[in-house]
């Protein structure tokens, strides 16, 4: 079993379609939580993160936490053909490396 | 520069050649990742450098495959006798240290093997 789990997808919706993605991670030692977003022929940049659990909110994207079921999401409201990308989780922390889901290509259709 | 940096971007070889990729990171990170991207795996960890401590190599995927980092500092990632299975984008990612929560990738280097 990979420590991080994420549906490769290709997850594809309409312009203005609410978007989840998620991860699951195996490590309950995990204390920091982040997405990146990777452009076609781009390296991956953060997007956001998580400390522990809880919701954090920046513009259209939240992100979500959940230690006790050891899952987390990122959800894009009113999305855009510009959030077209690829979408990668990642979690570090509690002595342990920084650890890297394979990612979900997402696309939206305008 | 600024950022983290790979070379070189494209590279065409022949199976059964030897390929060298190049990584500078980010001045004063101490932490250096190789990832290695594509369509049907996504991103797979394939080696982490921390400070002067003994590499994590595992996730390289065969023998055939090594990295060193000198100095601390710039990184190679060697690849012997390519096979077509090895054709991918190769990323590298810096961090400050190995808690931070920002990784800082280059553009990678995507390695076709004819």
């Known amino acids: 079993q990979k420590e991080v789990e994420q549906d490769p997808g290709p997850l594809s919706v309409p312009e203005g379609a609410i978007v989840s993605l998620n991860c699951t991670y195996s490590?309950?030692?995990?204390?920091?939580f982040m997405w990146y977003r990777q452009y076609s022929r781009k390296g991956p940049e953060l997007l956001m993160y998580t400390y522990s659990s809880g919701n954090k909110e920046d513009g259209r994207f939240t992100a979500q936490v959940d230690k006790s079921s050891k899952y987390i999401s990122l959800f894009i409201r009113d999305s855009q053909p510009s959030d077209s990308a690829t979408y990668l989780c990642a979690m570090s922390g509690g002595g342990f490396k920084t650890i890297f889901g394979a990612g979900t290509r997402l696309f939206v259709k305008a | 520069g600024a950022g983290v940096s790979q070379s070189p971007s494209n590279k065409v070889t022949e199976k059964g050649k030897d390929v060298e990729l190049r990584c500078d990171p980010i001045?004063?990170?101490?932490?250096l990742y190789w990832y290695r991207q594509s369509l049907g795996q996504g991103l797979e960890f394939l080696i982490y450098f921390q400070g002067n401590s003994a590499p994590d190599k595992s996730g390289l995927p065969s023998d055939r495959f090594s990295a060193e980092r000198t100095g601390g500092s710039v990184s190679t990632l060697t690849i012997q006798r390519t096979q077509q299975e090895d054709s991918a984008v190769y990323l590298c990612?810096?961090?400050?240290?190995?808690?931070?929560?920002?990784?800082?990738f280059g553009q990678g280097t995507r390695l076709t093997v004819v």
């Open positions: 990612a810096s961090l400050r240290n190995w808690g931070e929560t920002e990784a800082f």
């Open positions: 490590n309950s030692a995990f204390q920091y």
């Open positions: 001045s004063g990170h101490t932490a």
